[in-house]
């Protein structure tokens, strides 16, 4: 119990989702036609200050027709949106933020942002207390009967220690804070990372950096079919699964479907733009050292080294396993079994997230009938 668990809770809902990006919006859907209102049955609570979940800040650069497949929300359809009709060659995030807002509004989801949830505990009498800190810095509590966390992993980005990390001079980002390749022009850069993310930025900065190396620590396995290799993306889904419910760290989703070869990579490739080597053994003042020994200049190192679930307003629950992740089951926590997480290991992507809604809305209107 947390000392947000002690005041007395400012309203009571029987539902509330944390995160309105694909897995909480399509979760909120679902309960809305299972008959739940907003305002008094389902709060929805996000605290970034726009629509799109993570997309809306996801560079410029990352156009619609570069993304894997956004997947339709369920709803959206009947709405008369696709993604695959969206123009292509607009940005990501102004697609996605557009379409989820008209989603938001159609379905009346009435969505509560900027609110962040800075906790979730139990009260005293035990029931689960979700505290929000609204941007004014003032705080209200929710007691609810359910809690769906859908925060996603955007807040989390994950970059791994190597020796001279804190003696390197130059500039230092994550995925999360790459805006776009003119902020490097004339530089040179190291790219590290062996995901979509990395080839992404890598392509941008042909042409515009003075000179690009690119550091993986797995060598990249690159897929020949243009989209995620059916097969692979089933096994890679499996291992999120195993993971989730061993209640381990969640592995990388494209260390098991390998990279799709779309046209653009394929002209990187050619280009000679996209040769990976083994990851470098440290940073100096002015660069980094390869594992050949080697000393290669750097005035920037990208870190595109993925992300951790964002659970971190979960901590009062205590439901952190030795192995780092949380007991996941099918999208319900073992160990509180009133928390749902959605979007969640195995959900990971839009169309899982996306099967995730409706799965654990119907578990949800369950537990609150046994309730
Ligand atoms: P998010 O979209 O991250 O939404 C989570 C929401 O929760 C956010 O709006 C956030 O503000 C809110 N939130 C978080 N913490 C709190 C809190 N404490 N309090 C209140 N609100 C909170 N998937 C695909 O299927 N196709 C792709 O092409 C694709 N491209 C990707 C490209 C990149 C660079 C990355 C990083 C991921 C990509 N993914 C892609 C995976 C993608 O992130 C998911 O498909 C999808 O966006 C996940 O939806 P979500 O709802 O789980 O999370």
């Known amino acids: 119990m947390t000392d947000d668990a002690q005041a007395p809770a400012d309203q009571h809902a029987r539902v509330v989702v944390i995160g309105a990006g694909q897995a909480g919006l399509s979760v909120g859907y679902h309960l809305r036609r299972?008959?739940?209102?907003?305002?008094?049955?389902?709060?929805?609570?996000?605290?970034?200050?726009?629509?799109?979940?993570?997309?809306?800040?996801?560079?410029?650069?990352?156009?619609l027709g570069a993304a894997h497949r956004v997947h339709d929300l369920p709803g959206m359809n009947a709405m008369g949106l696709w993604f695959d009709d969206a123009d292509r060659a607009r940005p990501a995030r102004d697609v996605v933020g557009e379409y989820y807002r008209r989603f938001e509004q159609h379905y009346d989801l009435r969505v509560r942002r900027p609110v962040a949830v800075s906790s979730v505990s139990r009260?005293?009498?035990?029931?689960?207390?979700?505290?929000?800190?609204?941007?004014?810095?003032?705080?209200?509590?929710?007691?609810?009967?359910?809690?769906?966390?859908?925060?996603?992993?955007?807040?989390?980005?994950?970059?791994?220690w190597y020796p001279g990390r804190d003696v390197f001079r130059g500039r230092q980002l994550d995925t999360t804070e790459y805006r776009s390749a003119t902020e490097f022009a004339g530089q040179d850069v190291v790219v590290v990372g062996g995901g979509t993310s990395a080839i992404g930025?890598?392509?941008?900065?042909?042409?515009?950096?003075?000179?690009?190396?690119?550091?993986?620590?797995?060598?990249?396995?690159?897929?020949?079919?243009?989209?995620?290799?059916?097969?692979?993306?089933?096994a890679a889904v499996d291992e999120q699964d195993r993971a989730a419910r061993a209640g381990e760290t969640l592995p990388s989703i494209v260390s098991?479907?390998?990279?799709?070869?779309?046209?653009?990579?394929?002209?990187?490739?050619?280009?000679?733009?996209?040769?990976?080597?083994?990851?470098?053994?440290?940073?100096?003042?002015?660069?980094?050292?390869?594992?050949?020994?080697?000393?290669?200049?750097?005035?920037?190192?990208?870190?595109?080294?993925?992300?951790?679930?964002?659970?971190?307003?979960?901590?009062?629950?205590?439901?952190?396993?030795?192995?780092?992740?949380?007991?996941?089951?099918?999208?319900?926590?073992?160990?509180?079994?009133?928390?749902?997480?959605?979007?969640?290991?195995?959900?990971?992507?839009?169309?899982?997230?996306?099967?995730?809604?409706?799965?654990?809305?119907?578990?949800?209107?369950?537990?609150?009938?046994?309730?």
């Open 256 to 371: 098991g479907t390998g990279v799709p070869v779309s046209r653009r990579i394929r002209a990187g490739l050619d280009r000679g733009v996209l040769r990976n080597e083994p990851m470098f053994r440290e940073l100096d003042e002015t660069g980094v050292v390869t594992a050949d020994g080697e000393h290669v200049h750097a005035d920037a190192v990208i870190w595109a080294t993925g992300f951790r679930a964002d659970l971190r307003h979960l901590a009062p629950l205590h439901l952190r396993t030795a192995a780092g992740g949380i007991v996941v089951e099918d999208g319900r926590s073992v160990d509180e079994p009133r928390l749902f997480l959605a979007g969640y290991g195995p959900q990971a992507s839009t169309i899982g997230a996306n099967r995730a809604g409706r799965r654990i809305a119907r578990q949800v209107m369950d537990a609150l009938a046994d309730g």
């Open 34 to 63: 299972l008959g739940l209102s907003p305002g008094s049955d389902l709060v929805l609570l996000d605290r970034s200050p726009s629509t799109g979940g993570a997309w809306q800040f996801r560079w410029e650069a990352l156009r």
């Open 123 to 160: 009260t005293a009498d035990g029931e689960l207390c979700v505290a929000v800190r609204a941007a004014d810095g003032s705080t209200t509590r929710i007691t609810a009967e359910v809690v769906v966390n859908a925060s996603g992993t955007w807040g989390t980005p994950f970059v791994p």
């Open 201 to 234: 930025f890598l392509l941008e900065l042909d042409g515009v950096a003075a000179r690009t190396r690119w550091f993986t620590r797995r060598p990249v396995v690159w897929s020949e079919s243009s989209a995620l290799d059916l097969e692979s993306a089933v």
